[in-house]
């Protein structure tokens, strides 16, 4: 005997997806999945981490500058009293 084993007028027995009990159909509902699960036991609502958007990042520099003209060294300009 199971949970659905009786009669109630206008009803019918459903087997969970998730857990395989046999519930009456107005004990189940459909989940976010499109499963048709226990109510009480199995059901779960959709996360809502799962509706959360990227918002958009500006990740460009502002207020650039332009590049300064390189500044080239002879071996000679270097002394050991630079370093």
């Known amino acids: 005997m199971g949970r659905a084993d009786y ?23 459909e989940n976010w999945r499109g499963q ?16 959360v958007r990227g918002r958009y990042d500006d990740q460009r520099v502002h207020k650039p500058r332009p590049d300064s003209e390189p500044v080239f060294l002879d071996p000679t300009d270097v002394t050991a009293d630079d370093f």
Do not use: L, M
């Open 7 to 29: 009669y109630r007028p206008g009803d019918f027995n459903r087997i969970c997806e998730i857990c395989g009990f046999k519930r009456k159909a107005s004990d189940t509902e």
């Open 36 to 51: 048709i699960v226990c109510a009480d036991t199995c059901f779960e609502e959709r996360h809502p981490q799962d509706f």
